[in-house]
């Protein structure tokens, strides 16, 4: 239409024709081999990954490479081959979403677990914690070395707080009791690689100005779409001139005060940009540091009038690139990631066996965000992600009709997460007495990570589900696909309902 008639053409799409137009997240497929001794320890591990890619590349290449770098997620396994591939379908192109192919990485890894614990006809929460990290010393499967690796000592933190133990009983006790209502508890351990997989994206500039009234303007290239990044950057404006936060303001996000800008992704916005305030400001300060000596404990307002008296320049260009980083997929060597972001996570929930519906009816996350820039932004990020991750791994399924056409195509047919998915009892901390050395200020980012706290939940479903299979027979491992809809839940419980319909290893047709 803009080539007919040339001219600007704006187009509103339908809630229903958007979905059909729109990429969505990559779903993948996962086949392994695995190996591991009587106790649960794992010595070696065969995996291949299938992206559905749709119809063009898009970003379906980093996405995929992401997911090679999370296959192990928090797990020690000292011999490991990954292959990807991605594939070409007849579907809309898929692209990016938070979590940019890790959580499909991690979730493959933790099925890998749970068929190790079921296969030994022992608790998949003891092979999770044979297997984690140790603090010191641990390498990757890529060759990165792990500094300052906390998850271990956040696991043991969680098992205590969350009264692990004692639960995990009386989930039992109360399987023991009935058929139709079953509980089940799991442990979720996170670790999320922290920078853009492609090096020149680890970059961020920014535009300070600082005014004869001691106020404060700042420019910086990321995009504030709610998660807080304004408020950080702030707040980092304010502690390096030594002004109140009401004294600093927010430019919006614009290319010709900061010009090519990066996505703002990879969870990393406030580390590149608030390294790139930071620069501004502290080009600003050494300006200023004679007349500051000149006025011992004078306002800023004061120094930046004597400064624009003395024709000292007030604004400033900041810069920062993230150090020591890119991995060269044809050596197999490199430093992928900045550094990781550690958390842990505890989930209970109860089935209904009958229909498939359920209840999280506990969630305790304790998650490692280094010296926190803003406590109640990162908790509140927390909260976010893992809830936008259960509809993920719970909730919102793709179904295609055999014309190719998509069914889920609206809020009818496609559930996204409500108030009533949210854990009844809900417990976010954060990890303290943890500092990064590597980011400003100490901090860790927080955007994506969380999410994968949401495996916990399939996982302790899958919990749930196996006291079910056990009262009809059935036991050791089994299959279910994510997400992990009431239908699956339904059908892979197995009795004798639900037998006069599918047997109980049946696989219902998903996204594909």
Known sequence: AAAKLNKPVRIALDRDQDMCITGQRHPFLARYKVGFNNDGKIQAADIKLYSNGGFSLDLSRPVLERALFHIENSYSVPNMRVTGRVCRTNLPTNTAFRGFGGPQGMVACEAYIDHVGRALGKNPDEIRKINLYKPRGSITPYGQLLVDCHVKEIYESVEESADYAARRVAVDAFNAQNKWKKRGLAMQPVKFGMSFTAKFMNQASALVHVYTDGTVLVSHGGTEMGQGLHTKMCQIAAAELGVPLDKVYIAETATDKCANTI??????????????????????????????????????????????????????????????????????????????????????????????????????????????????????????????????????????????????????????????????????????????????????????????????????????????????????????????????????????????????????????
């Open 263 to 512: 996505p703002t992704a990879a969870s990393v916005g406030a580390d590149l940009n608030g390294f790139a305030v930071q620069d501004a400001c502290q080009q600003i300060n050494a300006r200023l540091e004679k007349l500051r000596a000149a006025k011992p404990g004078a306002p800023l307002s004061e120094i930046a009038m004597a400064a624009w008296l003395d024709r000292v320049d007030l604004s400033a260009h900041g810069f920062y690139k993230t150090p020591e980083l890119g991995f060269d997929f044809e050596k197999k060597e490199g430093k992928p990631f900045h550094y990781f972001s550690y958390g842990v996570s505890c989930h209970e929930v109860e089935i209904d066996v009958l229909t498939g519906d359920f209840t999280v009816l506990r969630t305790d996350i304790l998650h490692d965000v280094g010296n926190s820039l803003n406590p109640a932004v990162d908790i509140g990020q927390v909260e976010g992600g893992f809830v936008q991750g259960m509809g993920l791994f719970m909730l919102e399924e793709m179904v295609w009709m055999k014309n190719g056409q998509l069914f889920t195509r609206g809020p009818s047919t496609y559930k996204i997460p409500s108030a009533n998915d949210v854990p009844i009892d809900f417990r976010v901390r954060l990890f303290e007495d943890a500092p990064n050395r590597r980011t400003i200020y100490s901090s860790k980012g927080v955007g994506e990570p969380p999410l994968n706290h949401a495996i916990g939940v399939y996982m302790a479903i899958k919990d749930a589900i196996a006291s079910a299979r056990k009262d009809n027979g059935l036991t050791g491992p089994f299959r279910i696909d994510t997400p992990c809809t009431v239908e699956r839940i339904r059908l892979a419980c197995g009795d004798e309902v639900s037998r006069e319909f599918a047997q109980p290893n049946i696989i219902p047709n998903g996204s594909w």
